[in-house]
């Protein structure tokens, strides 16, 4: 397969290298994380170009990797009209997303203290296969969770008003009805409001260092205000009742996609067109999911203010416990693109892929609106993660999308294989990093060196402009499920 | 009882598992056996529930889809998980299969925990005869 250069650090599958292809596939990368990205990704990013509907180019950012269905990295856009909507271009974890904290801590006071924080904040957010959250939650108040998102939890006494300011969407994303919901969804997903889950979701406490501040004045207007300063970052998602609507709807689109007459390269890239019955009745399930990862990345934040609150013996909001932003992977989301000169109404898939408006957005919070949306890129529980702003170029390049991690480079057996999780856990415990694990053997899969270079791949995304680095953090205590 | 063992290089942050069985109860028990092995250390996790499922679909592979999606929903609905099931499977399309499960409620103080299953993906799944048995390639979204 053809992957011709492009642009600095844009390369381009044509249409001619797969037959069905409407659009050309487009990467972007160094060349050293070219190298790095498995066949897989070329056969996925050049599959969903062939989608009905797809306009301009089938995206991958720089930490893609090969997914199921979509690539990990994954952006694209169909027309609402004409186009179609796909789970396999979603996830299974509808809205897994990042949440940042910030606080008027710094690296000083929390060192003291860090390993009873960590154990802290380990026993009040459950992690791991088959734990249950706190929030006991009737069937009627879940469906109220679907609808109204985090708003709900800031209703019932889990956040504070201002959360909602600093959350894509405000914590909710319209659309969401429970009447689309299974029974089954609910069921799963009842009792996990406030878990964390397991693989690469965690709970992290990060410094930002002096070395680490790559542009202070927009650091500045982020709350990045002081050397040394704790931040506390959160990624996880819908949890089971996510997983439940994809796995529900993978099923009914498998059997649609017969009936709307479409045939797809890949299974998983079953779709059904966006106005269809299918269609309409996935987005109202998705948006519903959507809304229940805000909630659960609420009531976690709600719980970090409780565990730290007592630790440091203060108020969360004498700790300056505030939200920087909370923002989506896996959505796809009703929005208004610009394309070869025509406004469009584009359905924009965004699987392991973030959210990047530029200044002046409309949805961009106030307080950021002219510097851009913040962009929260998790890196690896070793290697650190870092803070960017979206870009007029995202909007104009990449539908205002750019990636959302490093990027896998191998798979968790082959990590497995690689270090033992004890092993691991005394290494970075000799490094300052405080790591307190559900499973060991997930602490071994989620290894740095399992990891592309997070560094590289934020730079391609600076050097490209479809986002701009402000922030890179240092790991010192994660929670892992 | 049937094999399986996990496949590198595909799906990187996910699990892919081919499975064999010397007939499809064998392969459908073999699967089950193979998902716990995803979740948790089987030999950590007390005998201490027996379950009936049944479930009917009108494709052997939507079954299979369907089977251990209804094991990933069990985790998360009773946070239970099986690590022995005796499967029977009649029918010519559609088809019903009643399996009799064995395992444990999830305690951390006692299993081994390893990775949440999220979701059985359709991404290079196949059932399919091969070699006098049947065989299967599933990829386990982590």
């Known amino acids: 397969m053809k992957v011709n250069p492009a642009g600095d650090c844009i390369w381009e599958i044509p249409p001619s290298e797969k037959a069905g292809m409407l659009v050309p596939a487009r990467i972007y990368a160094s060349e050293t994380l070219l190298g790095q990205m498995d066949q897989g990704v070329f056969e996925q990013v050049t599959n969903v170009a062939c989608l009905p509907g797809i306009v301009r180019a089938a995206l991958c950012m720089p930490d893609g990797h090969w997914g199921y269905g979509f690539p990990i990295g994954g952006v694209a856009a169909f027309r609402a009209d004409t186009g179609v909507i796909s789970p396999g271009g979603i996830g299974f974890d509808i809205n897994c997303g990042m949440r940042l904290l910030r606080t008027h801590l710094t690296e000083d006071d929390v060192r003291p203290r860090l390993a009873e924080l960590v154990e802290a904040l380990f026993r009040a957010v459950p992690c791991g296969v088959g734990a249950r959250g706190f929030v006991r939650l009737t069937a009627s108040a879940f469906r109220d969770v679907m609808r109204e998102g985090a708003g709900w939890c800031v209703r019932h006494g889990y956040g504070w008003p201002e959360d909602l300011e600093c959350t894509e969407g405000h914590g909710c994303l319209p659309g969401a009805d429970p009447e689309h919901v299974s029974e089954r969804a609910l069921e799963r997903g009842l009792q996990q409001l406030g878990t964390l889950g397991s693989g690469n979701h965690y709970l992290e406490i990060q410094v930002a260092r002096p070395d680490g501040i790559h542009d202070a004045k927009v650091a500045g207007v982020l709350g990045v205000e002081r050397p040394g300063q704790i931040f506390v970052m959160l990624h996880c998602g819908s949890r089971g009742f996510g997983h439940q609507v994809g796995t529900d709807y993978l099923r009914t689109f498998d059997a649609a996609m017969r009936r709307h007459g479409i045939t797809v390269r890949d299974r998983e890239l079953a779709c059904a067109p966006f106005r269809s019955a299918e269609g309409q009745a996935y987005f109202a399930a998705m948006n519903a999911a959507a809304n229940t990862a805000f909630a659960n990345r609420q009531v976690i934040t709600h719980r970090v203010r409780e565990v730290m609150s007592a630790v440091f013996a203060k108020d969360p909001h004498e700790l300056g416990l505030s939200v920087v932003y909370d923002v989506c992977h896996n959505t796809a989301k009703l929005e208004r693109h610009r394309v070869d000169g025509e406004v469009l109404d584009l359905v924009v898939h965004r699987k392991g892929a973030t959210r990047a408006f530029g200044p002046g957005m409309p949805d961009v919070p106030a307080v950021y609106r002219a510097v851009g949306q913040p962009v929260i890129i998790g890196g690896s529980m070793e290697t650190g993660s870092a803070l960017l702003v979206g870009t007029a170029h995202a909007m104009a390049e990449t539908f205002g999308s750019t990636a959302h991690g490093a990027g896998r480079t191998m798979s968790r057996h082959q990590a497995k294989r690689r270090v033992w999780g004890t092993k691991l856990l005394e290494d970075m415990a000799g490094r300052g990093i405080v790591v307190r694990a559900a499973s060991k053997s997930g602490v071994a899969e989620e290894a740095g060196f399992a990891y592309k270079d997070l560094r590289a791949v934020v730079d391609v995304l600076d050097r490209i402009g479809i986002s701009h680095k402000v922030v890179s953090f240092t790991p010192i205590g994660n929670i892992k499920g | ?142």
């Not at chain 2, 679909?57 to 089977?67: F, G, M, P």
């Open chain 2, 1 to 142: 009882m049937g094999r399986y063992h996990f496949v590198e290089g595909i799906a990187l942050a996910d699990c892919a598992i081919d499975v064999e069985g010397a007939d499809l109860p064998d392969l459908f028990e073999t699967a089950a056996l193979a998902l716990a092995d995803v979740m948790v250390d089987p030999a950590t996790v007390p005998t201490t529930t027996r379950r009936t499922i049944t479930l009917d679909a009108a494709e052997l592979d939507l079954l299979l889809y369907d089977w251990l999606s209804e094991l990933i929903f069990r985790k998360d609905r009773d946070a239970e998980v099986y690590t022995r099931a005796k499967v029977a499977i009649d029918g010519g399309g559609p088809f019903r299969l009643v399996a009799d499960v064995e395992g444990g409620v999830l305690d951390p103080a006692r299993t081994e925990l390893r990775s949440d299953a999220k979701a059985v993906t359709f991404h290079q799944f196949a059932l399919e005869r091969a070699h006098g048995g049947w065989r299967a390639r599933i990829v386990i979204d982590i």
